[in-house]
């Protein structure tokens, strides 16, 4: 057997796992949650999104789906709630690539529910599929998938409620992202430890990081920067989520017990979406699993500043 078809194996194996660990049920113990509690998820009319917030709802969770596109939102709302009576799914429009449209989701969110106890960050493109690694759409890419991430996590984090069990902020990103993965990373060993070092890493760094490589896509230099050579625009993206990811739930960890925040990522994998052309190995239902899980995992099973994929743990 070679090492490809026994990493398939594993991978399969691990998924019939996952298939196994969705059907039990949490235990009365492990339900912290109610459907006072909130979970925002965002760019979820579709694929993985969608998958997160049928979970969540189905747990008993009032999930709010968000959508750049009114009519697409409605209509995903519409298929949750023909699917299952009972489940507790609102819609408001968002686009996190827009400073106005958070601005206003925040004082909705605020003024509707109060506030939210989950974020799920999972509003993101991608432009590439195959052995594609074309940056024409770099900026939007970058400024979808990081920046959204970052600004609507900002602007989210004053109005996480304060719980016993911590309010949870889940980033979808991805392996291709991996500071010091054995393949894709940057080729600046300088730059991998700086953003591999906590007493390195700043909002600065990450964001000159992404910079410097738009200015070389504008300039056309970028294939000899030392970027990652698959979908390097998503990569370099991903690459700055999970730096995100690592210094926001450290700026967050000195919160009081009440007040805390986690803050992690993971990878779902290459899934069966829109975004892969719909030839991935996973299944939405299976690839949602782990930020489910994120969201919901006890406050004394809790963990911050991690980086998941399949429920275990990788190296960022």
């Known amino acids: 057997m070679t090492n490809k078809e026994k990493a398939r194996e594993r991978r399969e194996k691990r998924m019939q796992e996952i298939s196994l660990l969705r059907t039990i049920p949490y235990s009365d113990n492990q339900r912290w949650w109610s459907s006072e509690n909130v979970a925002v998820v965002t760019g979820s009319n579709r694929g993985i999104g969608l998958e997160i917030a049928r979970q969540l709802a189905g747990h008993g969770l009032t999930v709010v789906l968000t959508a750049r596109n009114v009519d697409a939102g409605l209509e995903a709302v519409k298929s949750l709630r023909d699917q299952a009576e009972g489940l507790k799914v609102e819609f408001h429009q968002l686009d996190v690539t827009d400073s106005s449209s958070i601005r206003e989701f925040g004082c909705w969110i605020k003024q509707t529910f109060g506030g939210l106890d989950i974020l799920v960050n999972n509003a993101g493109v991608n432009y590439n599929l195959g052995s594609d690694n074309s940056v024409e759409f770099a900026e939007t890419v970058v400024s979808t998938n990081y920046y959204g991430t970052k600004n ?9 409620r304060p719980s016993p069990q911590g309010a949870r902020i889940v980033n979808i990103s991805s392996r291709l992202g991996r500071v010091n993965g054995r393949r894709n ?23 000159g990081t992404v910079s410097k490589f738009i200015n070389q896509v504008k300039d056309g230099t970028w294939k000899s920067g030392g970027w990652p050579q698959t979908f390097t625009d998503y990569s370099i993206s991903k690459l700055a989520v ?3 990811t690592r210094l926001m739930a450290k700026e967050l960890s000195s919160r009081e017990e009440g007040e805390k925040i986690y803050v992690n990522s993971f990878c779902p994998g290459w899934v069966k979406t829109a975004m892969t052309g719909y030839a991935g190995n996973m299944s939405p239902e299976d690839a949602a699993d782990t930020g489910v899980w994120l969201s919901l995992v006890l406050s004394e099973e809790a963990v911050t500043r991690k980086f998941f994929a399949e429920r275990r743990e990788i190296n960022f």
């Not at 080729?187 to 760094?205: G, I, K, M, W, Y």
């Open 185 to 207: 990373r940057l080729a600046n060993v300088e730059l991998r430890d700086q953003l591999s070092n906590p007493d390195f890493l700043t909002e600065e760094l990450i964001d």
């Open 242 to 244: 999970n730096a995100y």
């Open 152 to 160: 609507m996590t900002k602007a989210m984090i004053p109005l996480m």
